[in-house]
């Protein structure tokens, strides 16, 4: 797990108009304060990008729409030797299905 001296933040934008995402749920960014944030046994966290939540999953998602293109911008507010020297592994974006 990632440690930061203050939070991280993950947006999602709509690649079309380069804007904030406009959704549904009213919802562009989860983030380390988010309420509800479900995290592994492990501390990491996944997160979940796509039309439909997986089931049980609705604290960690954002709505994306169906046949737009999107692209995200992930923030880290204070971070560590770990990021700056980058040693931590960030995982990749994964589609799943």
Do not use: C, H
């Not at 993950?10 to 960014?29: G, S």
Request: glycine share 6%; aromatic share 14%.
């Amino acid at each position: 797990m990632y440690q930061q001296k203050n939070i991280w933040a993950i947006t999602v934008y709509d690649a079309k108009n380069r804007l904030i995402i406009r959704n549904d749920i009213r919802k562009a960014d989860i983030s380390s304060r988010t309420k509800g944030l479900q995290k592994n046994q492990d501390g990491s966290i996944d997160l979940y990008f796509g039309p439909k939540a997986p089931d049980g999953k609705e604290s960690n998602w954002i709505q994306t729409n169906p046949g737009e293109s999107f692209f995200m911008y992930m923030r880290f507010y204070g971070p560590l030797n770990a990021y700056k020297e980058q040693t931590w592994p960030m995982n990749k974006v994964t589609r799943i299905k």
